[in-house]
């Protein structure tokens, strides 16, 4: 199986900033998701956008999907110390979830 | 809200020695997962189950078997644990909703170290 994959292992931006992390994928797909986990803590979802869809927001997040060139993007504005995590996306495929590796995001003060 | 629990949360155990990590959801979700994480590695899939009785081979199912007698719970067991399963192992409960996607509901995770 082929993975979703984050374009970069780690990012570090000060509070206030926004930041954008990146995700390319190899097959097509029928939604693909975001995740962020904290230090300690399992993974939970941030965003689910379909295929069909080319952006989509949740608070100060903004996911964006271009099917064409297989990748999405998502974006944190104003970001605090809270955002600190790891961020992966995930695409579908049949009843599981393929992972990216993950970027790691370090919000500094 | 989604609830999914995991037990226990450290545990230490001597190579050769058998191993049990449990997972309850409260989601009355069908399916139900097994996950490894490794620094370097990300989310590894080791077993997961589409509903009671069911268990399939993920991509990692090597020296580790799994159990889902219930809607609610699924076990994951290391008979031989060795000390290349030390890990932090994550459970997580779904409902695949076809084009709508598949939204995972994790547990916060079993700290395991064999010795």
């Known amino acids: 199986s082929q993975l979703a994959e984050e374009n970069s292992w780690a990012l570090s931006v000060h509070e206030g900033e926004s930041v954008t992390v990146n995700c390319s994928y190899k097959?097509?797909?029928?939604?693909l998701q975001w995740y962020r986990q904290k230090s300690g803590k399992g993974p939970a979802q941030l965003i689910l956008?379909?295929?069909n869809e080319r952006e989509k927001r949740n608070g100060r997040l903004r996911a964006t999907l271009d099917t064409s060139s297989q990748s999405s993007s998502l974006s944190i504005t104003a970001t605090r110390c809270e955002d600190t995590a790891v961020y992966f996306c995930?695409?579908?495929?049949?009843?599981?979830?393929?992972w990216g590796s993950g970027t790691k995001l370090i919000i500094k003060p | 809200e989604a609830a999914v629990t995991q037990s226990p949360r450290n545990k230490v155990a001597v190579t050769g020695g058998k191993v049990t990590l449990s997972c309850n959801q409260t989601?009355?979700?069908?399916?139900m997962y097994w996950y490894r994480q490794d620094t370097g590695h990300g989310l590894r899939l080791i077993h997961y189950?589409?509903?009671?009785?069911?268990?399939e081979k993920g991509d990692i199912p090597d020296g580790y078997k799994a159990s889902r007698p219930s809607q609610e719970n699924f076990s994951l067991i290391l008979e031989l644990a060795t000390p290349s399963q030390t890990s932090v192992y994550f459970c997580?409960?779904?409902?695949?909703?076809?084009?709508?996607?598949?939204?995972?509901?994790f547990g916060e995770g079993s700290r395991l170290i064999v010795v």
């Open positions: 995930a695409r579908d495929s049949n009843y599981q979830l393929i």
């Open positions: 097959t097509s797909i029928t939604a």
């Open positions: 956008i379909r295929s």
């Open positions: 989601n009355n979700h069908n399916n």
């Open positions: 189950s589409y509903g009671a009785g069911s268990t």
């Open positions: 997580a409960s779904g409902d695949y909703a076809g084009y709508s996607g598949n939204t995972l509901y």
